[in-house]
T-cell receptor, first 112, second 114 residues
Framework: KNQVEQSPQSLIILEGKNCTLQ??????????LRWYKQDTGRGPVSLTI?????NTKSNGRYTATLDADTKQSSLHITASQLSDSASYIC???????????FGAGTRLAVHP | DSGVTQTPKHLITATGQRVTLRCSPR?????VYWYQQSLDQGLQFLIQ???????AKGNILERFSAQQFPDLHSELNLSSLELGDSALYFC?????????????FGQGTRLTVV
């Protein structure tokens, strides 16, 4: 069964600190892995997309890593800001028509 | 602005009723996806269309149906509504091919069944 699992479920950090979110997947066939940011009540917004051959990809203060052998990914947020408070969703794409398998998300709260 | 337009933004209706949610994909995108997000839950995949044809189906109830029209907009029909159908319904679109392309999400339709 295709599954994407994320940890932790929720996280509270202080402004300016770094954090790392985890994603494990059992999806086959694998096309790519994406990280999305979703503000409460809003649509998800893409942060990064990585294919099988990519180990790391950055988008500003967000850096995603992918280990296709162990089927793990992480999203590292550097120097967190209050606006980083959101849910971060790991999504794996499978199949020829871009079927997306969503994780449940990690809810991040950044406190001043 | 993602370029994906969903209407209406909010919908309040009674149990047993039927509603239609509409999605206009980004210009040129052939794939449309529908997702349901209940309160404090993750996104649940409902259905995907590619250029008018159904391509993938998720946990979509029999009371729900969807279609993609020749102009590529899509509609999600929800019938015999129950209180548990209250949720955010998101539409996303992508070019469809090649595979490693972005999917862009609309702002969602918030459905409240009372």
């Amino acid at each position: 069964k295709n599954q994407v699992e994320q940890s932790p479920q929720s996280l509270i950090i202080l402004e300016g600190k770094n954090c790392t979110l985890q994603c494990n997947y059992t999806v086959s066939p694998f096309s790519n892995l994406r990280w999305y940011k979703q503000d409460t009540g809003r649509g998800p917004v893409s942060l990064t997309i990585m294919t099988f051959s990519e180990n790391t990809k950055s988008n500003g203060r967000y850096t995603a890593t992918l280990d296709a052998d162990t089927k793990q990914s992480s999203l590292h947020i550097t120097a967190s800001q209050l606006s980083d408070s959101a849910s971060y969703i790991c999504v794996v794409s499978t199949g020829g028509y871009n079927k997306l398998i969503f994780g449940a998300g990690t809810r991040l709260a950044v406190h001043p | 602005d993602s370029g994906v337009t969903q209407t209406p933004k909010h919908l309040i209706t009674a149990t047993g009723q039927r509603v239609t949610l509409r999605c206009s994909p980004r210009s040129g995108d052939l794939s449309v996806y529908w997702y349901q997000q209940s309160l404090d839950q993750g996104l649940q995949f409902l259905i995907q269309y590619y250029n008018g044809e159904e391509r993938a189906k998720g946990n979509i109830l029999e009371r729900f149906s969807a279609q993609q029209f020749p102009d590529l907009h899509s509609e999600l029909n929800l019938s015999s509504l129950e209180l548990g159908d209250s949720a955010l319904y998101f539409c996303a679109s992508s070019p469809g091919t090649p595979m490693n392309t972005e999917a862009f999400f609309g702002q969602g339709t918030r459905l409240t069944v009372v």
